[in-house]
């Protein structure tokens, strides 16, 4: 892939950090304040560190009611990924961390992986005492997602990936490619920098944060078998420009019950949906879109009987 048009994708990513915490604001301002009041919660009903797996893990909950963990995308943290979204939740109990090496969680000496991130999120919720959530993930939070279902089944009610894929070539080839040529100097100036910087890190030390997080996706996974063994209700959900290829996700839907009439056999557990003009990092923009689906998924009672007329 051209430098050019990478260059120009990792300043999208920071566009998008900005622009989600600018419109949330936006949002908060336009409210009514009964809207304020009830579905737009101010600060964290908790917050703080989890010691998990030699981590300290930064975490905040929001709200009362069902537990839903949030799982942030490469190079994000609570707020630029999900402060325009936790609102829209209220009436839930969000519970949103930072992963290692990310936002307010440190790193410490250990590769980076989606198993090890999913262990980690596994003892948050044990630290929380939550038994079992529903779990949401966005791009490498998809990943992540995926990893928590499959090693930590009792954990998770069900689950929804915003742009993820279980396997290394789950992504278009040319995005896939892309991933080697990835570097911090493609994030100069932006709003990914910058955050880092203000968070207590030390400069100097961004190009081993780009280094670190790309690196998972250096290295070719497959969860296929395990994807296809979970037991859990999935949705999944991709833009028809995103990084994900259809046939990926329409693999896994196949392999959950999906690809059949449900007026003559009822409908699967699990769900699929490509949204029109969506690119991957569009994706978690298109709230009006996507919280009206991932409520109903959430609380529906998914029943498979064919309807009757």
């Not at 280094?211 to 070719?220: A, E, G, N, R």
Request: one cysteine or more; aromatic letters at 8%; a neutral charge.
């Amino acid at each position: 892939m051209n430098k050019h048009i990478l260059h120009g994708l990792c300043l999208a990513i920071g566009a998008l950090m900005a622009s989600c915490q600018s419109g949330t604001q936006k949002e908060q301002n336009a409210a009514t304040p009964k809207e304020t009041a009830t579905a737009r919660p101010a600060k964290p009903s908790e917050s703080g560190y989890a010691d998990v797996n030699g981590l300290k893990m930064y975490y905040e909950v929001y709200g009362q009611g069902k537990p839903l963990v949030l799982l942030h995308g490469s190079f994000m943290n609570i707020p630029t990924n999900w402060a325009h979204i936790i609102p829209m939740l209220a009436d839930r109990k969000v519970i949103v961390a930072e992963m290692q090496a990310h936002g307010r969680t440190k790193d410490i000496s250990r590769d980076l992986s989606y198993e090890g991130m999913a262990d980690d999120v596994s003892g948050l919720l044990k630290h929380l005492k939550v038994d079992s959530a529903d779990v949401l993930g966005y791009s490498m939070g998809g990943g992540v997602a995926f990893q928590m279902a499959i090693r930590h089944p009792a954990q998770v009610r069900r689950l929804v990936i915003l742009s993820g894929a279980y396997a290394h070539d789950g992504w278009w080839p040319d995005v896939e490619a892309s991933f080697a040529t990835i570097t911090a100097d493609m994030f100069k100036g932006s709003p990914i920098q910058t955050q880092y910087d203000s968070l207590g890190n030390d400069p100097a030390k961004f190009p081993d944060f780009v280094k670190k997080v790309i690196s998972i996706d250096l290295k070719p996974y497959d969860w296929t078998k395990e994807a296809k063994n979970i037991k859990a209700p999935l949705f999944m959900v991709i833009g028809d420009a995103d990084g994900v290829r259809y046939e990926h996700a329409l693999d896994l839907f196949r392999a959950k019950g999906g690809g059949k009439m449900g007026d003559i056999h009822g409908l699967p557990k699990s769900r699929l949906a490509i949204l029109p003009g969506t690119t991957h990092i569009g994706m978690i923009q298109r709230t009006d879109w996507l919280i009206p689906m991932v409520r109903d998924f959430l609380d529906s009672d998914l029943n498979t009987a064919p309807p009757t007329f």
